[in-house]
């Protein structure tokens, strides 16, 4: 793990990651990626893998450098918005209790998918939308670029010292990191690299990202205090 940026007793803001981190939809993804392997021929574990890692072009680019980018994509998009609309899943527990405790205006998402779907599942799972979503098509770099995440806060007027990013995945990870913002993992197993604070779940998390949001948790707090 890395030392912890010094708050610098401003306002404090969330950025919040979406798949993996407050809804769950590794389920969803996997067998979208399924689908569309199984239409192209491909082994459908493999295209999975690569995917996990990479966005929809560098994944097509590498396991099916013969096809069409813009077809597959196309493809692609149509099985994710059918998801959207009949997919089962949910929000993980405790996101809803906490995306309404946090005050409007201090939080938003920043997602490596696109604001339609977001809209989609989180009306779907209850979840309430902040008024800054970051999307696919927002910016031209996603992560592990710290573009999405410095949007972010400057659509929200902070500073990327005053902002806490939550996620669950490496590329998200290192996207904050490299922002300059403190980050905090949530929904592993074990710590991601590079995280500041690790949590098991979501839920265990909440107190704590609500106490960094107002303000009252202390800069560095004690390493024995953290669940690393």
């Known amino acids: 793990m890395t030392s912890e940026p010094r708050p610098s007793g401003a306002m404090r803001y969330v950025l919040f990651d979406v798949d993996g981190t407050l809804v769950d939809a590794l389920d969803n993804q996997r067998l979208v990626w399924r689908t569309w392997a199984e239409r192209y021929g491909l082994d459908p574990d493999e295209v999975h893998r690569v995917a996990l890692r990479t966005r929809p072009m560098e994944t ?4 099916a450098p013969d096809q069409d980018p813009h077809e597959c994509l ?30 409007p205006g201090t939080w938003a998402l920043v997602t490596s998918n696109y604001e339609h779907r977001v809209r989609g599942r989180f009306a779907r799972t209850g979840l309430p939308v902040p008024e800054v979503v970051v999307d696919a098509a927002a910016v031209a770099e996603g992560k592990p670029s710290p573009v999405p995440y410095l949007q972010a806060a400057a659509r929200l007027g902070a500073r990327p010292e005053d902002c806490l990013v939550i996620e669950d995945a490496p590329s998200g990870v290192q996207a904050g990191l490299r922002a300059g913002m403190t980050v ?29 949001a107002s303000g009252s948790l202390p800069g560095r707090p004690e390493r024995a205090g953290w669940r690393c």
């Open 60 to 63: 097509f680019a590498q396991i």
């Open 74 to 103: 196309a493809a692609l998009h149509e099985l994710e918005d059918e998801d959207v609309r009949t997919g089962t899943y949910g929000a993980f527990d405790g996101a809803p209790e906490l995306l309404r405790a946090l005050r």
């Open 184 to 212: 905090w993992g949530v929904n592993t197993p074990t710590a991601v690299d590079g995280v500041h604070r690790h949590f098991a779940t979501l839920r265990e998390a909440a107190d704590a990202v609500l106490a960094f």
